[in-house]
């Protein structure tokens, strides 16, 4: 990296950088360029560089160079560019191009999407922590060589591993790999047979990670069309859409490593985004194991790691990146192949500045660079669903198991009818616990999911109603017994569990039930049973989820018992029982996909069990057993669910057959929320033309978050509307922070 500084008011001569910035203001600034860049090398878009901004100097991306100043702005006036911070372009052309895009989609700056694009070292340009490092210089005369190795053995060890090495070693890893202590290192430096120096640390998130070796299964009649497809898509070398859709089991997996082996052979990169959740050791394993080195990227890693790694892609040395929705932005040369794996999985969506979904900017950026990207779900999201029917996507079927056998059977437990018969609440119906005495007993293991974690999600005062919230959020604190205390999901606030009812002073008690709860009665009703529970109080540090699966999968465990990390991405052939506890959790959200979310909770879960000759089963408690998407579930018939919700999309406009977005509206006080909210969505209003809909605005289902309050409002629109109102739109988010989150 080179460094220049600058005159920050010298005579402007040479040409003008048009910089983006992190800020939400929408437009770029223009910065006269020193001479000194241009004398080693040009500044090019996409460079960092650091400018003066107001009274101090901020990190901004070359977004273009002109040859004059901005009409109507006198050179003279205009501030230079400060430092340089790369003397290569940092983002490609293309990686440009896609975040002036995002810009536009979501509602950002220019800046902002970029921002998004870089690993927070590079983001703020910190300086990287350099280490000491050892380099082989040359050996001893022959004719001595053979009497100094015998008299200093260590010396000997140490010069034939650096001489072996090639390059530069950190001395740190060379004093762990040897076992040798640094006194050799400093009397062969004296020598002058080896120099000492430094570099940036680099930091290897693989090291000491050994590689399983995988040969490729014998493929599918379906599996092969699927990969006959990809192949000759790659080889095509043009942009294409694909939906793989295959049920859960049915070897998805396995088409992607065949299309990554094809995209590697062409010399050309790819990118792997999978869901932070199913982002194993395992997982990365296996394509390290088919695809040689990889690079990850996903936020279980440090800053140091993830810059590494992002350097590493950007110089070419890896070319498969493996990693969650972040990754998609990974600067692989010659991009060949994209792939989201469980395209449907909510998390690909960004929940802040800039709210991108990595499933649409996926399909884009493959459009820019000439890539085929893969859609592979066994629950494909309804967008994706009407594309491949619309033919805009091609889609290719996996409808059977790999190793053979149906889907498992689901049984429908109506918890209504499990109250009346036993006169009380239950975490774990009858049904399901008799199936559990027997898949225990004939030594099998199971899984039992609930997406709510703590022991109970709420106290409930029986004589006014009432519940006992957080002090800041509009939502009922969680009784964690481990730490005996009543916990804030949002706010993370914690106190003392209540002892009364702060509206009417009585006796309050708990109720629900989340993970602790269901462990502890889980346990006693079956006391030799071996219990796991995986939830964010027991993942708590990076090597646990790893160590928890390769415990259960050693059947050191009889229940696995989690929230939605469980629900997905496992395959353990001694499963034949799933257990979903709580199945309308997703139905009671306002959202108009809360159906397809109980739908692919369900069916994802399901799919657990059963991955192997030995069978499965399904039980899924419900109050609601008679639901469209309950049921649909239960027989595994994702084209019917999805030809109901769609048609009911289309009644109401929503998407995939029209845009809509939701207007957040904050404030610290309850008042000034109600006035932004109607000052703004008056302003609307009188901007919206006749294919624009408006819902609001209204409370928002959490009014107060973090002790500021909350208002929203839909809007439901088409391409044309929304081109309308995106002037008025972006105003709105400049001027007063006001949120848009496209849907």
């Not at 509206?503 to 006391?527: H, I, L, W, Y």
């Not at 624009?692 to 509307?721: A, F, S």
Request: hydrophobic content about 40%; glycine content about 8%; charged content about 25%.
């Amino acid at each position: 990296m080179s460094s220049f500084q600058g005159d920050l008011f010298g005579a402007p001569k040479g040409r003008f950088a048009r910089v983006a910035l992190n800020t939400p203001v929408r437009r770029e600034f223009s910065y006269c360029v020193p001479e000194a860049f241009e004398s080693e090398l040009p500044l090019d878009a996409g460079c960092r560089v650091r400018v003066p901004f107001g009274s101090r100097e901020v990190v901004g991306v070359v977004v273009g160079v002109d040859p004059a100043p901005p009409e109507g702005v006198p050179a003279s006036r205009m501030r230079s560019v400060a430092t340089r911070l790369d003397e290569q372009p940092l983002l490609t052309p293309a990686l440009l191009r896609l975040a002036r895009g995002m810009s536009d989609r979501t509602f950002c700056s220019w800046g902002q999407a970029l921002a998004a694009m870089m690993p927070a070292a590079l983001r703020k340009a910190r300086p990287r922590r350099t280490v000491p490092v050892v380099e082989f210089v040359e050996k001893p005369p022959e004719a001595d060589y053979v009497n100094w190795a015998k008299r200093w053995p260590k010396q000997e060890r140490a010069l034939a591993y650096l001489e072996k090495a090639g390059g530069a070693v950190q001395v740190r890893e060379f004093l762990n790999r040897t076992g040798l202590s640094r006194s050799p290192l400093d009397t062969l430096a004296k020598k002058g047979w080896v120099k000492f120096g430094k570099r940036q640390e680099v930091i290897d998130p693989f090291a000491g990670k050994a590689v399983a070796i995988e040969a490729p299964h014998q493929a599918t009649a379906h599996q092969q069309v699927a990969m006959d497809a990809l192949c000759d898509a790659l080889d095509a070398r043009e942009h294409q859409d694909f939906l793989l859709f295959g049920i859960t089991g049915s070897g998805k997996t396995e088409v992607y490593l065949r299309a990554l082996e094809r995209c590697l052979k062409q010399g050309r990169g790819a990118i792997i985004l999978v869901p932070e959740i199913s982002l194993t050791p395992q997982t990365v394993s296996r394509f390290r194991a088919r695809c040689g080195e990889v690079a990850v990227l996903h936020s279980g890693l440090t800053d140091a790691e993830r810059h590494d790694q992002w350097v590493a892609i950007r110089e070419g040395r890896v070319r498969v990146v493996v990693g969650a929705r972040s990754a998609l932005f990974a600067p692989v040369p010659d991009l060949g192949l994209i792939i989201l794996d469980e395209e449907h999985e909510s998390s690909f969506k960004q929940e802040s500045v800039p709210r991108y979904h990595a499933r649409d900017t996926a399909r884009e950026r493959a459009h820019l660079e000439g890539a085929v990207c893969v859609l592979g779900s066994a629950t494909p999201s309804l967008e994706s669903w009407a594309l491949a029917g619309a033919g805009r996507i091609t889609k290719l079927n996996l409808p059977e198991r790999v190793a053979g056998g149906e889907l498992p059977a689901v049984k429908v437990v109506d918890m209504r009818q499990q109250k009346a018969e036993r006169g009380n609440w239950l975490v774990v119906s009858q049904p399901l616990r008799v199936a559990l005495d027997q898949e225990l007993a004939a030594g099998n293991q199971a899984i039992l999911f609930l997406n709510q974690r703590g022991f109970s999600p709420a106290w409930h005062c029986k004589q006014c109603g009432g519940s006992v919230h957080c002090e800041q959020c509009d939502v009922a604190l969680t009784y964690h017994k481990w730490r005996r205390k009543a916990l804030c999901h949002y706010c993370l606030a914690e106190s003392p569990p209540p002892r009364a009812c702060p509206k009417c002073n009585n006796e309050v008690s708990m109720v629900g039930a989340g993970t602790e709860r269901v462990e502890d009665t889980v346990q006693r009703m079956f006391p030799e049973a071996r219990i796991a529970r995986m939830d964010r109080d027991t993942m708590l540090r990076r090597e646990s989820y790893e160590e928890l699966l390769g415990a259960f999968g050693r059947q050191e465990f009889d229940i696995l018992l989690g929230t939605q990390m469980v629900a997905k991405g496992l395959d353990f052939p001694h499963v034949t029982l799933v257990g979903v506890l709580n199945a309308d959790t997703a139905l009671h959200q306002p959202d108009f996909r809360s159906s397809e979310r109980a739908f692919n909770l369900i069916a994802q879960v399901a799919g657990r069990a059963g991955r192997s000759s030995r069978g499965g089963r399904v039980i899924v408690q419900t109050w609601m057993p008679e639901h469209a998407s309950i049921v649909a579930a239960a027989h595994h018939d994702y084209p019917r669910f999805a030809a109901l919700e769609l048609k009911e999309r289309e009644l109401f406009g929503y998407p995939p057959y029209g845009l809509a977005m939701r207007l957040m509206f904050e404030a610290g006080d309850r008042k000034k929320a109600d006035q932004l909210a109607a000052e703004s969505s008056t302003l609307i209003r009188n901007l919206a033309g006749k294919g624009v809909r408006l819902l609001g605005p209204l409370p928002h289902p959490m009014e107060r978050l973090r002790g500021r309050w909350r208002r929203q409002m839909l809007i439901k629109t088409n391409r044309q509307g929304l081109r309308d109102l995106q002037p008025a739109l972006f105003e709105l988010c400049q001027k007063t922070g006001v949120t848009v989150d496209p849907l």
